[in-house]
């Protein structure tokens, strides 16, 4: 496997930038709910986690 040199500096000089580790979040969890939004769209009640805080509502649709 071949070796990236400049990986650890590149890592250190972007983790300084960030001032408030607690703004970054990472994946949601989404629950598909039986609400009809329209042809070929789906909704999703968002959380942060299982069990987790409510975000908001997430809706998909085809494009096709």
Do not use: W
Request: proline residues 3%; charged residues 20%; aromatic residues 8%.
């Amino acid at each position: 496997m071949k070796k990236l040199a400049g990986m650890k500096n590149f890592s250190s000089l972007e983790n300084k930038k960030l001032k408030d580790l607690k703004t970054v979040q990472g994946g949601s969890y989404n629950v598909q709910s039986n609400v009809s939004v329209g042809e070929g769209c789906i909704e999703y009640d968002t959380y942060t986690g299982p069990g987790g805080k409510y975000i908001g509502i997430l809706v998909v649709c085809d494009p096709t």
